[in-house]
């Protein structure tokens, strides 16, 4: 079964902090690489920080410093601690799975990689 929940979205002024999650179904947690993305009104969406089953981690130049991701594999959770916000970061934030490994190691942000969506969660970050 197919299955990616996100939580923890919410309102915050710039400067806060927020720590998203994703819940998955133990097939999905299972994929060789997990990550989170974004989509900001009228923009496409982006990838913003990924991590794969060797525990290897990949951050968009914009929220490196700033976000990190993580995993709890006895919770089958995705997070994604979010530091130091800024309006910019203000979007739907989704949590995919993908594969295989070699596309993970190559095109780790690329939507392409990514089989898996969630329905997304809502970050507004105000000046």
């Known amino acids: 079964q197919v299955q990616l929940v996100e939580s923890g979205g919410g309102s915050v002024q710039a400067g806060g902090s927020l720590r998203l999650s994703c819940a998955a179904s133990?097939?999905?947690?299972?994929?060789?690489?997990m990550g989170w993305f974004r989509q900001a009104p009228g923009k496409e969406r982006e990838g913003v920080a990924t991590?794969?089953?060797?525990?290897?981690?990949n951050y968009a130049d914009s929220v490196k410093g700033r976000f990190t991701i993580s995993q709890d594999n006895a919770k089958n959770t995705l997070y994604l601690q979010m530091n130091s916000l800024n309006p910019d970061d203000t979007a739907m934030y989704y949590c995919?799975?993908?594969?295989?490994?070699?596309?993970?190691?190559?095109?780790?942000?690329?939507?392409?990689?990514?089989?898996?969506w969630g329905q997304g969660t809502q970050v507004t970050v105000s000046s």
């Open positions: 995919a799975a993908g594969g295989p490994r070699w596309r993970c190691s190559i095109q780790a942000l690329e939507i392409m990689t990514y089989n898996y």
């Open positions: 133990a097939y999905t947690y299972s994929s060789s690489c």
């Open positions: 991590i794969h089953s060797d525990f290897s981690t």
